[in-house]
């Protein structure tokens, strides 16, 4: 009898790094992250940094946190790998890992087949202080 393998799924994990920190206290930690994820033998498909933003509440005291989006495939058995080793990682305010299943898969092409990507309010606020600058 020919034992089944297990089959890597495709999963989304979005962190909040303490946005407090340095830049190179935050890349150390996107390294880190990274590192955790392809250390359980998964595979990193995309990796989005999104930057610092301003958070809707404080989260351990913090205002400003450095998000990032990272996709990758992994065997379902380490995910709880993953996320212990975030919890204990006192730079990772937030984090959550989804798996990323068909339907999911196809809303999201839909989303970007009929939506035009608009930005943060942050990003509209600098665009009208930098247009109200340039009259």
Do not use: W
Request: glycine fraction near 6%; charged fraction near 25%.
């Amino acid at each position: 009898m020919v034992a089944l393998m297990s089959q890597k799924k495709l999963y989304e994990c979005t962190v909040i790094i303490n946005g407090g920190l340095e830049d190179d206290a935050i890349e150390s930690a996107m390294a880190e992250v990274r590192n955790v994820i392809t250390s359980t033998g998964s595979d990193i498909d995309n990796v989005l940094e999104v930057g610092r933003r301003k958070m809707a509440y404080p989260i351990s005291k913090q205002t400003i946190g450095s998000y990032a989006h990272i996709e990758f495939n992994a065997e379902a058995s380490v995910i709880a790998g993953i996320e212990k080793a975030f919890r204990y990682d006192e730079n990772i305010l937030r984090f959550l890992i989804i798996q990323l299943s068909s339907p999911v898969l196809e809303m999201r092409k839909r989303v970007e087949k009929y939506s035009v990507v608009i930005g943060s309010p942050e990003d509209q606020i600098s665009e009208e202080q930098q247009n109200a600058g340039n009259e």
